[in-house]
C-alpha cells in the first residue's frame, strides 16, 4: 500500500483520482483550500466517496501556506491544485492565477525536493497556445496565448529549475480539454449539458467551429497514476483523447444523445482561447502504454447520465 497526497481533490479530476488510488488499495491524503471559483456544495459532492472511505483524509488547506507537514509520510504527490480558466485569467482576474497556481506550485516543489517525494503536476494544453497544424509534439516550443497558460508553463519551468538545482523528481502531464462526469459548471460540457436539461442557453464563443482534442476524464486518470510508477524523471507528456472535434460536432452530439434541442445564445471569442488544440500522444503511448479508452459519445453519454441523475446543479451563467 503506498500513500499520496493529492493537491486540489475535491475538484473536478481531482476527486476522480483520488477514488482510483483508494481503489487501488492506497492511502490518499488530500489538500484543497475549497476556493469559491465554483460553488463549495460541488467540490463536497465530488468528494462524498472518497470521504466514507478510511484511508482518506482530507486537509483544508492552501496550498501556499505550506504543506510540509502533509508531505512527511507521503510516496509522492499529485498536484492538480490551481486556479482553472483561460478567460478569467486576464486584467485584474491574473492575481488568483499568479497565488494559486505558481506560488502553490513553488511550495509544492520545496516540500516536496525537501522530502525526496515524487511530483507529478497537472499542466496543461494551454501551454502550447495555437496548434501549429499538425498535433502540438512535447518538444514543440511553447506559446501561450493566455495568461493562464503563461502560468502553467511558468509551474513546468520552475519545477524543471528545482529538478536541476534541488533533486526534484518531477512529471509533467499537458492534459487537454479534459470531460465527464463532475465537470465544472463553468466549462462547455457542463453547461451544454445544463442547458439541455432546462438551463439558461449554452453561451456560444464564436462560431463553434474551434476545435479541441476532448478527453474522458477516466483516461486523464490512469493517465496520471500511471505516471507516478512508470515515467522517468523530469518527463513531460501530453494527455490527449486522440479524436479532435469542433464544439459544434460536440453539441449536435449532446442534442442526439439526449432527443433534445440546444439552445444557444451567440457570444464574441474569448481572448486566448485557442482555435485548435491537438495532441500528439506517441510520447506517452510509447513509454508507459497509456492510450485512451473512451469515445467522445460514451464519455458524454457518461456525463449527461451524471447530470440526468441530479448530481450537477445548472451551469453558472
Not at 99 to 120: C, I, M, P, Y
Not at 244 to 266: D, F, I, K, Q, V
Request: charged share 20%; net charge negative; aromatic share 8%.
Amino acid at each position: 500500500m503506498s500513500r499520496y497526497l493529492v493537491t486540489g481533490c475535491a475538484g473536478f479530476i481531482g476527486s476522480h483520482l483520488c477514488e482510483a488510488l483508494l481503489a487501488d488499495g492506497d492511502e490518499v491524503v488530500g489538500l484543497d483550500a475549497f476556493t469559491s471559483f465554483y460553488p463549495r456544495p460541488a467540490k463536497e459532492r465530488n468528494l462524498r466517496a472518497a470521504r466514507a472511505d478510511p484511508h482518506f483524509s482530507l486537509h483544508e488547506r492552501d496550498a501556499c501556506d505550506g504543506c510540509d507537514d502533509v508531505l512527511a509520510e507521503v510516496d509522492g504527490v499529485f498536484h492538480l491544485a490551481g486556479q482553472p480558466g483561460v478567460r478569467d485569467s486576464w486584467g485584474v482576474g491574473f492575481e488568483p492565477y499568479l497565488h494559486a497556481n505558481l506560488l502553490a506550485s513553488q511550495r509544492v516543489f520545496e516540500a516536496a525536493a525537501e522530502r525526496g517525494a515524487r511530483v507529478v503536476f497537472a499542466s496543461s494544453s494551454s501551454v502550447y497556445g495555437e496548434a501549429p497544424g499538425r498535433p502540438a509534439a512535447e518538444d514543440d516550443s511553447p506559446r501561450p496565448i493566455s495568461p493562464y497558460g503563461v502560468t502553467k508553463l511558468a509551474c513546468e519551468t520552475l519545477a524543471r529549475a528545482y529538478a536541476v538545482e534541488r533533486g526534484l523528481d518531477v512529471v509533467c502531464l499537458r492534459y487537454f480539454s479534459v470531460y465527464g462526469p463532475r465537470q465544472r459548471p463553468d466549462m462547455a460540457f457542463a453547461r451544454i449539458v445544463a442547458s439541455l436539461f432546462g438551463g439558461p442557453p449554452f453561451p456560444l464563443l464564436g462560431s463553434g467551429g474551434q476545435v479541441r482534442d476532448f478527453t474522458y476524464v477516466g483516461d486523464v486518470v490512469a493517465a496520471t497514476v500511471l505516471a507516478m510508477s512508470g515515467a522517468p524523471r523530469g518527463a513531460v507528456y501530453n494527455v490527449g483523447g486522440g479524436t479532435p472535434a469542433s464544439l459544434a460536432e460536440a453539441m449536435a452530439m449532446c442534442e442526439r444523445l439526449t432527443g433534445r434541442r440546444l439552445e444557444a445564445r451567440p457570444c464574441r471569442p474569448a481572448p486566448g482561447d485557442p482555435l485548435r488544440t491537438c495532441a500528439d500522444t506517441r510520447r506517452i503511448r510509447a513509454g508507459l502504454g497509456w492510450q485512451p479508452q473512451t469515445t467522445l459519445a460514451d464519455g458524454l453519454e457518461a456525463q449527461i447520465a451524471w447530470h440526468a441523475q441530479g448530481a450537477q446543479p445548472l451551469a453558472v451563467v
